[in-house]
């Protein structure tokens, strides 16, 4: 990647630490976003008394997905921001709300100190979060491809997931822990769930000050210095096919992506039956896997193109989807289910390693954080932060199997995307970040 004018090339070193320091302020956001529902089975009783568990994690998962309908008003907002003034201003602000929603949550009362106050503090909190993560992702996005060099951008945006991940890795192995070593099972329930909460927020502010010397893309220095003649928003509506082309992309990815990173811990422990430590320790597990195929699967898209690793995640996603799940509910054996699942992920892993290089490859440096932000928000908001709540919903309905008809339909009409689309490796817009304005 070159330079832009007048501007002091930065060398393979710096581009190394601003994505690795990028990419840890990635990693404390997921931290925060994902413990709430990795603990959700210990605090629900908290928020919402009563005597049916299902019904309880219902509600909390119900609130988890509220919290990601916030998500398009945060993409516009910090796109807006990151567009204008910079990707390191707007990886800044979301990291800080991030670290109030945490805060909020760790000090929440309960239902029996506030009543109907307590899972109203409770979704507030929650609606910052998914305000922060819907800036995050196009912000995180925009910068790592923007930081790396061409051939290895599939690479570097794979570590987007890979950090993503590790925020719930984190989150498990403190659920080992507290589980394990620190706490009894009521100690956890009456007030250890806050311990992770606490930890979020001190992540956060630590991110917050390392973000505060990232290097700016020179993508967005060179697009800084040309003239603005419309807003950032108009110039977007001017790439209809690019944002319906991000919808299609994210579609059967989020779906997919929710099942394994967040509803497979409660589909463990609700359907497959397996104990609370068994559960834990398989989903730790399978965690680990996924991010070891990230970069893996990234550094295959800079050799052979992003298109056929979509197409394969497409194919296996809408045939083995529900095979798969089936498998994981029959089978008692945990070394048996941790494999299963680690296949779910391998297919999940073929969208999860690209999917931010491919978005930020459609548009201009201009309109890149909104453009990738927006539609993804959108997408992620009706499909994949609700993707828990549907397949609990299916269950307490006695039809759990339809849920893995939805997951499997939802894949496949991205495959047919994914089929019609042209390779973004081929024709990125990266390569066009630095030619003149009528190229």
């Known amino acids: 990647m070159s330079a832009a004018p007048g501007a002091q090339p930065l060398g393979t070193a710096q581009r190394l630490r601003a994505v690795v320091i990028g990419s840890l302020g990635n990693f404390v956001e997921w ?3 994902y413990v709430y529902s990795t603990f959700s089975l210990y605090f629900g009783d908290a928020f919402f008394p009563g005597d049916d568990p299902l019904a309880q994690t219902l509600s909390t998962s119900g609130v988890f997905a509220l919290g990601f309908f916030m998500r398009p008003i ?4 910090f796109g807006a921001v990151g567009d204008r003034y910079g990707r390191r201003v707007s990886l800044m602000l979301s990291v800080a709300l991030m670290c109030v929603g945490s805060v909020l949550i760790a000090v929440a009362p309960t239902h029996a100190q506030a009543g109907v106050l307590a899972p ?4 507030f909190a929650r609606l910052l979060q998914g305000l922060s993560l819907g800036g995050e992702y196009g912000s995180s996005a925009a910068y790592l491809c923007e ?10 945006s794979s570590l987007q997931y890979v950090t993503t991940m590790a925020g719930q890795l984190l989150a498990l192995l403190e659920l080992l822990l507290l589980q394990n070593m620190l706490l009894t099972r009521s100690q956890l329930a009456d007030w250890g769930w806050r311990i992770p909460f606490a930890v979020g927020a001190l992540l956060a502010v630590a991110a917050l000050a390392l973000r505060r010397d990232l290097h700016e893309t020179p993508a967005y220095e ?3 210095e040309r003239p603005r003649g419309k807003s950032a928003l108009r110039t977007l509506m001017e790439h209809p096919r690019e944002l319906a082309l991000v919808l299609g992309v994210t579609l059967g990815g989020t779906v997919a992506f929710y099942v394994y990173a967040t509803y497979m811990q409660k589909y463990l422990k609700l359907s497959a039956g397996f104990s609370d430590s068994q559960t834990t320790w398989i ?10 195929a990230q970069p893996l699967l990234g550094a295959l898209s800079d050799r052979i193109g992003r298109k056929p690793l979509l197409i394969a995640f497409g194919v296996s996603g809408t045939l083995l989807t529900g095979p798969l799940l089936s498998a994981v509910k029959e ?3 945990p070394l048996v289910a941790l494999a299963l699942i680690c296949c779910g992920w391998t297919i999940v892993s073929a969208y999860t390693s690209i999917g931010a290089v491919v978005k930020s490859e459609l548009f201009p440096a201009a309109v890149r954080v909104t453009g990738v932000a927006l539609p993804y928000a959108i997408t992620v908001s009706l499909f994949g ?3 828990e709540y549907v397949a609990l919903w299916f269950k307490s309905q006695g039809h759990e199997s339809w849920f893995y008809i939805y997951a499997s339909s939802a894949i496949a009409i991205s495959l047919c995307v994914y089929l019609r689309m042209r390779d973004t490796k081929r024709c990125s817009a990266l390569d066009r970040d630095f030619a003149p304005p009528d190229a």
């Open 74 to 77: 945060g993409a516009l907002l």
């Open 222 to 224: 060179a697009a800084r």
């Open 147 to 156: 930081m790396a060099e061409p051939h290895r951008r599939g690479l570097y």
């Open 331 to 333: 089978t008692k054996d």
């Open 283 to 292: 989903s730790l597990c399978a965690m680990i896997y996924a991010m070891c």
């Open 385 to 387: 932060g609700s993707a």
């Open 120 to 123: 109203a503090l409770l979704l």
């Open 31 to 33: 931290h925060d976003f």
